[in-house]
């Protein structure tokens, strides 16, 4: 299973108690040559949202299973903890549903 397939499967389980979006960071050449970035942080998390229940925000860094995790992903992920929010690494929808419960 490809970490696509994870993300998409968390994403279908969240949908009943959680808004959920896909995060696509990184950079790419347009046709003309010139390289854009998205903008986010490095390190962004593949999904974020917020839970239906409270608003509460969520960051989820989806893996496969020995998928490595990289540092700027570990310092984001602690970021957002230090600050409040659900968040963590999800190797599986069972990991994404602990982490935003």
Same mark, same amino acid.
């Given at each position: 299973?490809?970490?696509?397939?994870?993300?998409?499967?968390?994403?279908?389980?969240?949908?009943?108690?959680?808004?959920?979006?896909?995060?696509?960071?990184? &950079?790419? =050449?347009?046709?003309?040559?010139? @390289?854009?970035?998205? +903008?986010?942080?490095? /390190? #962004?998390?593949?999904?974020?949202?917020?839970?239906?229940?409270?608003?509460?925000?969520?960051?989820?860094?989806?893996?496969?299973?020995?998928?490595?995790?990289?540092? &700027?992903? =570990?310092?984001?992920?602690?970021? @957002?903890?230090?600050? +409040?929010?659900?968040? /963590? #690494?999800?190797?599986?929808?069972?990991?994404?549903?602990?982490?935003?419960?």
């Amino acid at each position: 299973m490809t970490e696509h397939d994870i993300q998409n499967e968390i994403r279908l389980a969240l949908s009943e108690i959680a808004v959920t979006f896909r995060a696509n960071v990184g &950079k790419f =050449k347009l046709a003309d040559g010139r @390289m854009i970035s998205t +903008g986010l942080p490095e /390190g #962004f998390s593949d999904l974020f949202g917020h839970r239906k229940s409270d608003g509460r925000v969520f960051y989820i860094e989806v893996k496969k299973p020995g998928g490595k995790v990289s540092d &700027k992903q =570990k310092k984001f992920i602690k970021q @957002m903890q230090d600050q +409040g929010a659900l968040a /963590g #690494f999800a190797y599986s929808v069972e990991d994404a549903l602990k982490i935003i419960r």
